[in-house]
Nanobody
């Protein structure tokens, strides 16, 4: 599975960005998907995850109410809508896919990773 994330950029605090993760090489419609982020000098942290059907979503406390994860299985794509962005959201954002249907919030459960897209929020 190859994952390609895009949509990052530079935005002012309070602004919005929409990240897209396109999967190829295998359909991911039967598997959960997740987004993680990593700031310089910090560990890779969970941001959001979604079940294979899209019926169940999970968020880190720090992004609840501001970020929304969704998916389009017909297009093998997952999205992360980020609103009310804060400077502390600045990080490289990664999409990830496990090799099963389990929805997990820790990186170790994910087998495939995209290359990351930089999100920078200025104050």
């Amino acid at each position: 599975v190859q994952l390609q994330a895009c949509g990052g950029g530079l935005v002012q605090a309070g602004g919005s960005l929409r990240l897209t993760c396109a999967a190829s090489g295998r359909t991911v419609s039967s598997y959960a998907m997740g987004w993680f982020r990593q700031a310089p000098g910090k560990e890779r942290d969970f941001v959001a995850a979604i079940s294979w059907s899209g019926a169940n979503t999970y968020y880190a406390d720090s992004v609840k109410g501001r970020f929304t994860i969704s998916r389009d299985n017909a297009k093998n794509t997952v999205f992360l809508q980020m609103n009310s962005l804060k400077p502390e959201d600045t990080a490289v954002y990664y999409c990830a896919a496990p090799n099963n249907e389990v929805v997990a919030t820790t990186p170790m459960w994910y087998d495939y990773w995209g290359q990351g897209t930089q999100v920078t929020v200025s104050s």
